[in-house]
């Protein structure tokens, strides 16, 4: 008997999870539009920017892969640029070819950081007053170059973590830059977290 009434149940209970699938896919939203055309839109200005259809191709996967890793939501916004959804921060790619565009300027207002010197590679642009973990992002341990473009006299600090705890290693008083973080001895892809201001 109970061998009878537990078979029931699991018969009911798989009637119920196929009806219960059914009608879920029945109501599922239709492709989202907006990924099709943002993705007509990211290829069209990675042409602009002078790549070939491979090399934008091989970009977005490595936006891609980089969106999958970081750990604040975030979301595309360009061909090589992912911005937070918080408006906090964004990190632009650098996009391979010789044709494509450098934009070593940093906005008034922002502390703009790069992971190779000379404002080269991968930029990492911070927007608020906050302590910004830069393993968030990935990006700890990659600082090489920086701009503190920030309000005149904006002081930025710049931490390690070291035995549990955020020790600063030096800060920038706006405004102020440095190209090569591995003119000073142990500075140079240390850095783990910033305080923009």
Request: aromatic share 10%.
């Amino acid at each position: 008997m109970r061998s009878r009434t537990m078979a029931r149940l699991w018969v009911g209970l798989t009637a119920l999870a196929v009806s219960a699938s059914g009608a879920l896919m029945a109501n599922a939203a239709p492709p989202d539009e907006r990924t099709t055309s943002q993705q007509a839109r990211f290829a069209t200005q990675a042409r602009s920017a002078g790549l070939t259809a491979a090399q934008a191709k091989e970009l977005q996967r490595k936006v891609d892969d980089r969106m999958a890793q970081i750990k604040v939501p975030v979301h595309q916004v360009s061909f090589n640029q992912i911005m937070a959804d918080d408006g906090s921060a964004r990190l632009t790619l650098g996009a391979p070819g010789a044709a494509a565009p450098r934009n070593i300027l940093c906005d008034d207002g922002n502390l703009c950081l790069w992971a190779g010197d000379y404002y080269d590679h991968e930029r990492h642009d911070l927007f608020y007053c906050r302590l910004y973990n830069l393993a968030d992002w990935g990006f700890n341990d990659r600082l090489t170059s920086y701009m503190n473009e920030q309000s005149k006299g904006t002081r930025a600090r710049f931490y390690n973590w070291q035995g549990g705890k955020w020790v600063q290693k030096f800060t920038s008083v706006a405004p102020h830059q440095d190209p090569d973080l591995g003119r000073w001895q142990g500075l140079n892809n240390m850095i783990d977290a910033v305080r923009p201001c």
